[in-house]
């Protein structure tokens, strides 16, 4: 009773419609962020009796205890103390980077806070310009700082952790736990992010390709490549905005979690806000401040973390940022696809992955034009590679509308491959002596166990 009164409290706009609040904006990243929230005990503090106070303590709960990564809070600060006090560079970067983890689900919580209010409409565009905006920011403070190959391997292994890693480990653990059913999954909204992948791609291929194989001067095929690059994001831009209009208007069925007909009790489901629009507006101007002070961590010193892990700065942005930086909304597709729920375990993976390819690598490019700095489309030849391999694969698994474990244990390994491959690439010597050592050891014991080669 206490704490319905409580919520009374917090409908700062006046009364919202059910109709409304039931259908604002259940998109498949909301539900998958849902799954991380616990339902907070209002009793204790609804008996505070200044309300003022009372209603920043119920706030203050249902913002940063109302996750179950409320935990992982506590590296924020520690992050902080850890850069003033002049602590080991690594120890900034690894604490940064546990604290981006409950600050994005936070992020993406207070999102659909404001979309109680707004509606729908303005809910799915809050939704498509916050649901990354980790990688945005962490984009935005590496192009500051000119490292635009840190920035590239960062968004690049967004795409791929969604593409391999989330989805290969939804579908892996939804096969196996239902591993007596069929699951099936919904092939319109697969099929929409596959051409909008493969349209990236494109973009991506032809200035490597153009490079490549320009009969002109090294200095004439820099500026064509790069001219061809802002004219491909300036498309790929242009599809976005389709692609929104897609979603959120003409075909918006389409994109709409499916909750099915049993509630879980573990996931947060509520009907009515939690918090009123001012103070989620607040709260969300506080996070994406606190995001865009660890991201700046984390670009500062990830060359410092390089050298003391003995890891390539491009493994670490292309393996460690997405995994860590984006752990909340993976966990919550792989628990819904325990649930076998897999149109929002795809809804979360393909749409995060078609969300950075096609818009926050394309801003980026166009940032970088505005400031001066000289940043192109194409990747590498090995990286724009593995892009290609990794949304060739994925659309292959997809294609028949069905799924079991195979598939998804596949595109983990896929994956692993991929990581390896960097881990390797441009890795410093000390590393690559002791993954020598590790393999002359590994041969030595299969030797002594197997006994000398018999001779006939």
């Known amino acids: 009773m206490a704490s319905s009164e409580a919520s009374t409290e917090l409908l700062e706009n006046g009364s919202i419609k059910k109709e409304m609040t039931r259908h604002g904006g259940r998109t498949a990243h909301n539900m998958s962020s849902s799954s991380l929230r616990k339902k907070s005990d209002l009793s204790l503090v609804s008996k505070v009796r200044v309300g003022f106070l009372r209603k920043f303590l119920v706030n203050l709960q249902e913002v940063l205890l109302g996750t179950k990564l409320s935990v992982l809070f506590l590296a924020v600060p520690l992050a902080i103390v850890a850069e003033y006090c002049s602590f080991g560079r690594a120890w900034v970067f690894g604490l940064s980077l546990l604290g981006l983890a409950p600050l994005a689900e936070r992020i993406s919580f207070l999102t659909e806070q404001i979309a109680f209010y707004t509606g729908p409409t303005v809910g799915g565009l809050l939704n498509a310009t916050c649901g990354n905006a980790t990688e945005l920011i962490i984009a935005i403070f590496a192009l500051i700082q000119h490292k635009v190959d840190v920035l590239k391997c960062s968004l690049l292994g967004s795409v791929l952790s969604n593409l391999l890693l989330v989805l290969g480990s939804s579908l892996f653990c939804g096969g196996i736990v239902n591993i007596s ?75 709409e979690a499916k909750d099915g007909e049993e509630e879980d009790d573990d996931v947060v489901t509520d009907e009515t806000p939690a918090v009123g629009f001012w103070s989620a507006f607040v709260w969300l101007v506080v996070m994406t ?30 393996i460690l940022l997405p995994i860590v930086g984006n752990a909340a909304e993976h966990a919550g597709a792989i628990i819904f696809a325990f649930k076998n729920k897999l149109d929002i375990s795809l809804g979360v993976a393909l749409g995060s992955a078609t969300q950075i390819s096609m818009f926050v690598v394309p801003l980026t490019v166009i940032a970088s034009w505005i400031m001066g700095i000289r940043m192109e489309l194409g990747f590498n030849l090995l990286e724009t590679s593995a892009l290609a391999l990794s949304i060739l694969v994925t659309t292959i698994t997809l294609q028949d509308g069905t799924s079991h474990y195979m598939k998804g244990l596949v595109l983990v390994l896929c994956y692993l491959v991929i990581g390896a491959c960097f881990f390797v690439f441009r890795a ?21 166990i197997l006994g000398p080669p018999r001779l006939p």
């Open 289 to 318: 401040a606190l995001v865009a002070l660890l991201s700046e961590y984390v670009v500062a010193t990830i060359e410092a973390a390089s050298d003391s892990w003995g890891l390539s700065v491009s493994f670490i942005s292309l």
């Open 428 to 448: 410093p010597i000390r590393t690559v002596m002791l993954l020598k050592l590790l393999w002359s050891d590994v041969l030595t014991l299969l030797m002594n």
């Open 181 to 255: 059913k069929q699951q099936k999954f919904d092939r319109k909204q697969a099929d929409v992010n596959s051409l909008l992948l493969f349209l990236g791609l494109s973009c991506h291929v032809l200035p490597l390709m153009f490079k490549l194989t320009g009969n002109t001067s090294a200095e004439a095929t820099e500026s064509a490549t790069l001219a061809l690059s802002r004219a491909s994001c300036i498309i790929m831009l242009i599809a976005y905005i389709a692609y929104l209009v897609f979603q959120l208007w003409t075909h918006r069925q389409l994109f």
